[in-house]
């Protein structure tokens, strides 16, 4: 990895920091990137018009008593690389062949989606509890690489 890894983590992080999620610690960024060029951002966050679980004072999936990595479709946020690859089809932004940087392992959806939009490569920090989720991306050619921090300094 090399200091563009390290920009590209540094500004998915950031990216976080706007995630709507009412847990602390599931507030995830995600960054696509191409050419080393920042294509589009996303966050966890509820879609356009839908209360946030902030708003709302409390998390659906910790009210139902629902483990990290199952059952992501109850909870009202859409996932940061979920968002991420919908603004760049909104926007009509090519991203095939791209790097999508994230705070955290992407899950089996997003892993699925993100070999469907040609994503080519993905960085994370922390890990996810979804194994299934990287058999999907080495299936689709998708190389799955974890940022260590004391890369890509410099």
């Known amino acids: 990895m090399d200091k563009w890894d390290h920009r590209f983590m540094e500004t998915a992080q950031l990216v976080s920091t ?23 951002t996303g966050y966890n966050g509820a879609p356009a018009g839908v209360k946030t679980c902030v708003e709302r004072g409390e998390c659906l999936r910790r009210k139902l008593g629902i483990p990290s990595g199952t059952r992501h479709e109850m909870c009202y946020a859409i996932h940061a690389e979920q968002n991420a690859i919908i603004q760049a089809a909104r926007l009509g932004i090519q991203i095939e062949g791209s790097t999508l940087y994230c705070t955290h392992q992407p899950c089996v959806i997003c892993a699925k989606m993100i070999v469907n939009a040609g994503i080519t490569r993905v960085v994370y920090r922390e890990g996810y509890p979804d194994d299934f989720s990287l058999q999907m991306l080495k299936e689709g050619g998708v190389l799955l690489e974890k940022y260590e921090e004391s890369e890509g300094r410099g």
């Open 18 to 40: 706007w995630a709507s999620c009412f847990q602390p610690n599931r507030k995830i960024g995600a960054v696509i990137v191409k050419n080393k060029r920042i294509m589009t």
